[in-house]
């Protein structure tokens, strides 16, 4: 596979985290106009091989004091969007959690202001399409998290496009953001959730139930027949992150990862970085890892981001359009 092709081809990335997802010299610049110590981001990018999850998680306690300020937040969604623009990602969901921003007293209204002016920077320079997903965090309370999305709602506004639920999966499964979840779902928002990333395929049913149209990660799903059954025959679509899935041990090796299990038996699915900086990786590398290891043709490369389009959170408008340019892209 050519790595100039999969780079120019038009590209869809549904699952990318803010926080994770800075470039390091950007965050660098912020670690030192904030008079943290000179290697302070070296812990920014996680091992190849992580204990589990939360040992991968760990990596975004250095990333997240510098991510408190409304200048902050707009320099780094720029350079987010930026960095995926830089390899024609041509629409991008970047998703964050807003109650994590507030240690030094911005308001959520103040933390997704200073995202969005950073987003607007980045599409009147470059042409891409991004919008705004805003996490509730799992270990955080029902009442925040209901809150949080309620706030969410009441704000209306444009860029945010849904709403996801992250964080310690293992530890807190969906029922304990179901309150939270609903009230979401009740207002009318698009919902995305990080589930069966940690072993539990009954975390993504719970998900299903719950009005999630679409999954984070997804991938213990892959040995349960029903689960298959009822994340296909719903249209579901499997956000799947193949570097992070196995720095974290979602899955133990390349051999074992479902991404032609899923492409065989018809389940949706996109490929997305997760974090590029935490798993130092793009949207190029990891289309290239799947191409090496799973024999992807370019046309199954440009259908997977048709697929991951026409399971965006956006208009119809918007994703008939960046589908016709996927279309009219030329196979190698």
């Known amino acids: ?30 670690a030192e106009e904030a008079g943290l110590p000179e290697n302070w981001m070296n812990h920014a990018v996680a091992p190849a091989v992580c204990a589990d999850l939360n040992d991968y ?32 990602v041509v629409y991008l969901e970047m998703r964050f959690g807003p109650l994590l921003h507030q240690r030094e007293g911005l308001t959520t209204r103040q933390v997704i202001e200073a995202v969005c002016k950073g987003i607007e920077q980045a599409t009147a320079e470059f042409p891409i399409i991004v919008t705004i997903l805003a996490c509730a965090l799992r270990h955080h309370s ?35 953001v179901e309150s939270a979840v609903r009230t979401g779902v009740a207002s009318g928002m698009q919902l995305t959730m990080h589930s069966g990333e940690t072993g539990s395929y009954e975390n993504v049913l719970t998900a299903i139930a719950l009005g999630a149209t679409r999954i984070g990660h997804g991938v213990a799903i892959q040995n349960n027949v029903d689960a298959i059954a009822s994340v296909k025959d719903r249209d579901i679509l499997l956000e799947l992150c193949p570097t992070s899935n196995l720095q974290t041990g979602a899955v133990t090796g390349w051999e074992d990862y479902p991404l032609r299990t899923f492409l065989d038996q018809n389940v949706p699915i996109s490929i997305n970085t997760d974090n590029r900086t935490v798993s130092d990786t793009t949207l190029t590398d990891e289309f290239m890892l799947c191409a090496e290891h799973f024999q992807l043709t370019a046309q199954e490369i440009k259908e997977l981001n048709i697929t991951a389009m026409q399971h965006a959170f956006t208009s119809d408008e918007v994703k008939q359009s960046v589908i016709d340019k996927i279309d009219r892209f030329r196979n190698k």
Not at 11 to 27: A, F, Q
Not at 62 to 88: F, G, I, M
């Open 142 to 176: 029902e009442e925040r998290n209901t809150q949080l999305f309620e706030e969410i709602h009441n704000l209306q506004v444009e860029l945010v496009s849904g709403i996801d639920v992250a964080g310690d999966e293992g530890n807190f499964p969906n029922e304990c």
């Open 1 to 30: 596979m050519n790595r100039e092709w999969i780079k120019s081809l038009p590209k869809v990335e549904l699952h990318c985290h803010l926080d994770g997802s800075i470039p390091i010299e950007t965050l660098k610049e912020l």
């Open 57 to 88: 998680l760990s990596t975004f306690d250095a990333v997240l004091p510098v991510l408190q300020s409304e200048d902050n937040l707009t320099k780094a969604a720029y350079a987010v969007a930026r960095a995926a623009h830089q390899e024609n």
